[in-house]
Nanobody, 124 residues
């Protein structure tokens, strides 16, 4: 069992930066593939970034590639999503998710545990 708590969202102007984080409780954090998803108002939840537990390889949605960086700290049981050059279309609730021994980090239905979400708002 894993509990996930996101923090670090907020309001920022276009071009600004934010670094939401997600702290995980429970054991064996190292064995969890982690993902970030987001859901804008009136839209479906979409994949943003994921990191494979075994290879450490990160995968990004095309819309954020080159602007967002996903990192995982297995000592602090925390993942971070560094978001730079933010755009109004990045406005959404951002969720982190965990999938033990997961091998397909881009697939939402693979994840077993979800955080409550943190709001990111980018003003134009």
């Amino acid at each position: 069992q894993v509990q996930l708590v996101e923090s670090g969202g907020g309001l920022v102007q276009t071009g600004g930066s934010l670094t939401p984080s997600c702290a995980a409780s429970g054991r064996s954090f190292r064995t969890y593939t982690m993902g970030w998803f987001r859901q804008a108002l009136g839209k479906e939840r979409e994949f943003v970034a994921g990191i494979n537990w075994s290879t450490g390889i990160t995968t990004y949605a095309d819309s954020v590639k080159g602007r967002f960086t996903f990192s995982k700290d297995n000592v602090k049981n925390t993942v971070y999503l560094q978001m730079n050059s933010l755009k109004p279309e990045d406005t959404a609730v951002y969720y982190c998710a965990a999938d033990r021994f997961g091998s397909r980090p881009t697939l939402e239905n693979e994840y077993d545990y979800w955080g409550q979400g943190t709001q990111v708002t980018v003003s134009s």
